[in-house]
């Protein structure tokens, strides 16, 4: 493991969670994430996958539909019924049919140059880049973003590099689909409500992370920039109004490289996890924390830290809290840890609770990719590498050996369109926290923006000529962004002051976001500023 020059510590009592958080989830009325569609190609696998709530957890049902699904989340309905389904290409309805007005939907430069040499239903599934949001229930939200260049398109070859590494996938632009259903459950979709452009700004790619507002309400959607270290904050209400905000500061790991991201949000949605998997590129995996405050939308890193690839390794990893929150596994090839988060260093020390063990089909290793967390606690682990094979983590709450996980644990079904060969599940789901359960406390009482208060001072706010800037922390560089998340002042301090003033003069009247950040690059405090 490999620990990265960044000096952070999370305290034992910040991430413990209420023991009633499981009761809340279980007992919680919307079932949106009961099914989900995989198929790798034309002639590959196609299987129906349901969660049930009984002893084997999920069904398996194996169709031959048309068109490449590839592990997209579906569209379900509270009770869970499946509806349709969106492979970055068409919307299908239940049956399998491109619903009314839902074909070509594929954005971005590569899509739709990777489309003129496939199939005409053969699609991107891509669960992390798109995602739908009910309004209620005959109106869902599609939200998704394109796909821009990329190394391995058909004829295409890119010769362009960012931060000495290939310069591949990226977002740009965030869409809205509305979707509707008739009485019948067949989807459609009105010509004006299809293709709206919601902001148009360059996005990592397939890190469209969603989260219930505080009185679930409503959404948070957070998306990390490409080109800088904020994120894309989008307020999504009850009513189906969608309003983008001031950007947050995020990450320092931002980028338009290739790169596979797994994210989760706690039970409560307090905290959130990102793995960023590069394994094609600097071989290292990096893993970061985050506080997230469900009233306003804004992210505050905690730990970072960076683990080596392993020996075998796939396409991707994955993170997953478990249902009290306080453990936090993550998948990557070879391994599967867990990391106590009420530990006062919780990244140094992780337990390995699942090693591959060697076992190979046709000479491909079912190791340790992406996750699912089950309605009733319980991950699934894929096995990567087109393996008919779901490890099982059955007692995620408990800590080391006792969170029972069992290697290979459910081998599927033969593959009716692949004679001799079982069904694979590369790709498992990754859906919006349905069943999130409102805050028991009220906003106004936010732990985040007490500690923010205790940190820097910006005043005056709003200001014409000058601000200045009180810590009660050393700071050794000052950052502004403006309203478009572009970079208006950088200036580097010596670290020996409490005080600093700077000058506006010359800059446009509006709202800014001023980043204080210590000698290693950690961002110690935050404020918005408003020049008049």
């Not at 034992?12 to 995989?38: E, G, H, M, P």
């Not at 148009?200 to 890190?207: D, G, I, P, R, V």
């Not at 459910?410 to 593959?415: F, S």
């Not at 001023?514 to 961002?523: A, E, K, M, N, P």
Request: glycine share 8%.
């Amino acid at each position: 493991m490999i620990k990265p020059e960044v000096n952070m510590y999370l305290p034992r009592w910040i991430l413990t969670l209420a023991a009633t958080i499981l009761a809340c989830c279980q007992v919680f009325s919307q079932k949106y994430d009961y099914n989900y569609l995989i198929r790798s190609s034309i002639i590959g696998s196609g299987i129906s996958v349901s969660y049930i709530d009984s002893l084997q957890d999920i069904h398996f049902q194996p169709f031959q539909w048309e068109g490449t699904v590839s592990g997209t989340p579906v569209l379900s309905d509270k009770e869970g019924n499946y509806l349709g389904y969106f492979n970055s290409r068409n919307l299908y309805d239940s049956l399998g049919r491109v619903a009314i007005n839902g074909d070509s939907m594929a954005v971005g430069f590569y899509q739709n140059y990777l489309f003129q040499y496939s199939e005409e239903h053969e699609g991107l599934g891509n669960g992390g880049n798109c995602a739908f949001i009910p309004i209620n229930d005959s109106l869902y939200y599609l939200f998704y973003s394109s796909a821009e260049l990329w190394a391995g398109a058909p004829g295409f070859a890119i010769d362009f590099s960012e931060k000495n590494l290939l310069l591949t996938s990226y977002a740009d632009g965030l869409y809205l689909t509305k979707v509707r259903l008739n009485p019948d459950r067949t989807l459609y979709i009105l010509p004006h409500e299809k293709h709206i452009l919601l902001i148009n700004k360059l996005f990592q790619f397939a890190n469209l992370m969603f989260c219930k507002q505080h009185n679930n309400d409503g959404w948070w959607l957070i998306i990390p920039n490409a080109l800088d270290s904020l994120a894309t904050r989008v307020m999504i209400e009850a009513n189906g109004e969608v309003q983008q905000l001031l950007d947050v500061p995020f990450s320092s790991n931002y980028w338009r490289v290739r790169t596979d991201t797994g994210f989760d949000f706690s039970s409560d949605g307090q905290y959130l996890a990102r793995i960023i998997h590069r394994a094609k590129s600097i071989f290292e995996d990096i893993l970061e924390i985050y506080s997230f405050d469900r009233c306003d939308g804004e992210v505050r890193l905690l730990e970072m830290d960076s683990f080596p690839i392993p020996e075998y390794f796939s396409h991707r990893a994955d993170v997953k809290f478990s249902n009290e929150g306080y453990l936090l596994y993550m998948a990557f090839g070879s391994y599967i840890l867990q990391f106590n988060l009420n530990d006062l260093n919780p990244l140094e020390n992780p337990d390995t609770i699942g090693v591959y063990d060697g076992f190979e089909y046709f000479g491909l290793h079912p190791i340790f990719d992406g996750m699912w967390k089950l309605p009733n606690g319980r991950i699934l682990v894929s096995g990567g590498e087109f393996t008919p094979y779901l490890h099982y983590i059955e007692n995620p709450d408990e800590l080391g050996s006792n969170c029972n996980f069992v290697q290979r644990a459910i081998q599927l079904p033969p593959d009716p369109l692949n004679e001799g060969f079982g069904i694979t599940v590369r790709n498992l789901p990754s859906f919006p926290p349905f069943r999130m359960p409102p805050l028991d406390q009220p906003c106004n009482t936010s732990t985040d923006e007490a500690l923010d208060q205790t940190i820097i001072k910006v005043f005056p706010n709003p200001t014409f000529d000058i601000f200045s800037i009180t810590c009660s922390t050393i700071i050794n560089e000052v950052i502004v962004f403006d309203l478009n998340g572009i970079e208006v002042m950088k200036v580097f301090l010596s670290g020996y002051e409490d005080h600093y003033e700077f000058s506006l003069e010359n800059w446009p009247a509006g709202m800014y976001m001023v980043v204080c950040r210590d000698s290693q690059g950690y961002i110690v405090g935050s404020k918005k500023l408003v020049r008049i």
